[in-house]
């Protein structure tokens, strides 16, 4: 069975930084993309960042692009989330999910439970 | 912001068709793939359709997707009170460098 386990997450001051985890069993994960999707308390679903299985690929949305970093180790079966200069707007539940091919292309399935993200002073 | 338009909110009685539509664009549904997903608040979000009407092992047949041109749909036929959730349409978009777009949202309330 696959499982996402997200970590990392809490209540941080706007500007500072915070590393999200995601250990991920179940599966071969060097085989799959990985992404991260947030949803902001009374929004709708954002995608945040993908990265292929080899770690060579990784892609942003504007939102996040030169803020948010994506990396996995694969020795390790997990995925990370570097975020850096958090602003209010980055409060978020953030989970991880599985892609379907090695390539940064089709779906995500199945999803972690999230991590929450609290961006305050 | 969101580049996929859902209606905000949707509803049926126990047994009724509902359907969600999602439009889009030329770089998003017009040229890709489109999936949904269910999300219960407090869970982890679920797929529904892949590849425009496919649905993974698990999901039930009232369950159907469509697409035509720049714009896609959901329906959900014999509505059940567990169906009442937020729906999401998604795709990839070939303008945004190897973005992946969310749509707006929907909630289906079974009354």
């Known amino acids: 069975e696959v499982q996402l386990l997200e970590s990392g997450g809490g209540l941080v001051q706007p500007g500072g930084s915070l590393r999200l985890s995601c250990a991920a069993s179940?599966?071969?994960?060097?085989?799959?993309?990985m992404s991260w999707v947030r949803q902001a308390p009374g929004k709708g679903l954002e995608w945040v960042s993908v990265i292929s299985g080899s770690g060579g690929s990784t892609y942003y949305a504007d939102s996040v692009k030169g803020r948010f970093t994506i990396s996995r180790d694969n020795s390790k079966n997990t995925l990370y989330l570097q975020i850096n200069s958090l602003r209010a707007e980055d409060t978020a539940v953030y989970y991880c999910?599985?892609?379907?091919?090695?390539?940064?292309?089709?779906?995500?399935?199945?999803w972690g439970q999230g991590s929450l993200v609290t961006v305050s002073s | 912001q969101s580049v996929l338009t859902q209606p905000p909110s949707a509803s049926g009685t126990p047994g009724q068709r509902v359907t969600i539509s999602c439009s889009g664009s030329?770089?998003?549904?017009?040229?890709?793939?489109v999936y949904w997903y269910q999300h219960l608040p407090g869970t982890a979000p679920k797929l529904l359709i892949y590849?425009?009407?496919q649905r993974p092992s698990g999901v039930p047949a009232r369950f159907s997707g469509s697409k035509s041109g720049t714009s896609a749909s959901l329906a959900i036929s014999g509505l059940r009170s567990e169906d009442e959730a937020d729906y999401y349409c998604?795709?990839?978009?070939?303008?945004?460098?190897?973005?992946?777009?969310f749509g707006t949202g929907t909630k289906v309330t079974v009354l």
């Open positions: 590849g425009n009407n």
């Open positions: 179940g599966f071969t994960f060097r085989s799959y993309a």
């Open positions: 998604a795709a990839w978009d070939d303008s945004l460098s190897g973005s992946y777009v």
């Open positions: 030329s770089s998003n549904i017009g040229s890709n793939y």
């Open positions: 999910a599985k892609g379907t091919t090695v390539t940064t292309e089709g779906w995500f399935d199945p």
